[in-house]
């Protein structure tokens, strides 16, 4: 076939091309065929573990620190004590998102403490140092203070499953690739297919060639599809090897997969 002369084959035409395609030993053996992982795929499913483990230790770490805060929230209601308090700073931080804070000293159980809290800009702004202040200290740590309406709040009950549920979500995709590469693998049935032609396409991750191909399935009809080359892509009438799901050939794969492979013994 030359190109230059003729322009591009109609893809019955194409498709009827001798073609010089082998078919690899390990897509021979009888379906369901024997798969394994490869090296990216063992990583792939390492990831898995590493954010399914994640999960439930960080689940586990999170009910702790909220089931402790929850605790100390209820004994700090239940045991404190008000003293009176003296303000001796007020001061501000920098950017945008200021926090305005007081500098207060009181004296609890004979003995004298500082504290330090948060306040909005307008009860800032009518203090001044010597002001007077109401407080609520711990009485079990009578060093711990704040003040009455600005109890410490702690970790909510509520975010304990964010992060297992964000490291969840984030190992489905892997899982979903692993699950699919290895059922196509499994039962899908290999055919060749002849590149038609490939473009540059440009990503959030870089530049890559666009590699179309089309194939023939069993019943004589003909499918297309594409993948991703980072470099050097084939040329145009190029010969690959396809495995696609013979009850649904949209769901096709160029081979070797990236995850999984097949056993050539």
């Known amino acids: 076939m030359n190109g230059r002369n003729r322009g591009p084959l109609p893809t019955a035409e194409r498709l009827a091309q001798p073609q010089r395609w082998q078919l690899p030993p390990e897509l021979a053996r009888a ?22 483990t994640g999960a439930l230790a960080g689940g586990v770490w999170l009910y702790i620190l909220a089931s402790r805060d929850h605790v100390r929230r209820a004994l700090l209601q239940d045991q404190g004590s008000f003293a009176q308090a003296e303000v001796v700073e007020l001061s501000r931080t920098r950017g945008d998102q200021a926090r305005y804070l007081v500098h207060y000293r009181y004296t609890a159980q004979g003995q004298a403490y500082r504290g330090r809290a948060g306040v909005r800009r307008r009860e800032w702004q009518k203090l001044h140092v010597g002001s007077p202040l109401q407080v609520h ?19 909510p009950l509520w975010v304990v499953p964010l992060l297992p549920a964000c490291l969840g979500l984030a190992a ?33 991750y870089g530049t890559s060639h666009r590699v179309h191909y089309e194939f023939r399935i069993l019943s004589g009809a003909v499918c297309t599809g594409y993948y991703d080359a980072p470099n050097d892509p084939p040329p145009s009438g190029a010969v690959l090897t396809v495995v696609y799901d013979p009850d649904d050939p949209r769901r096709r794969h160029r081979y070797p997969f990236t995850l999984v492979r097949g056993h050539t013994t």
Do not use: D
């Open 31 to 52: 379906r369901p065929r024997p798969v394994r992982l490869n090296a990216a795929g063992k990583l792939a499913a390492a990831g898995v573990v590493a954010l399914l």
């Open 137 to 155: 200290y711990w009485t079990a740590r009578p060093e711990t203070s704040w003040l009455p309406g600005r109890e410490p709040k702690g970790l």
């Open 172 to 204: 489905w995709p892997i899982i979903w690739s692993l699950r699919a590469q290895w059922r196509l693998l499994t039962e899908g049935r290999p055919a060749p297919a002849r590149v038609t032609h490939s473009r540059r396409v440009s990503s959030q």
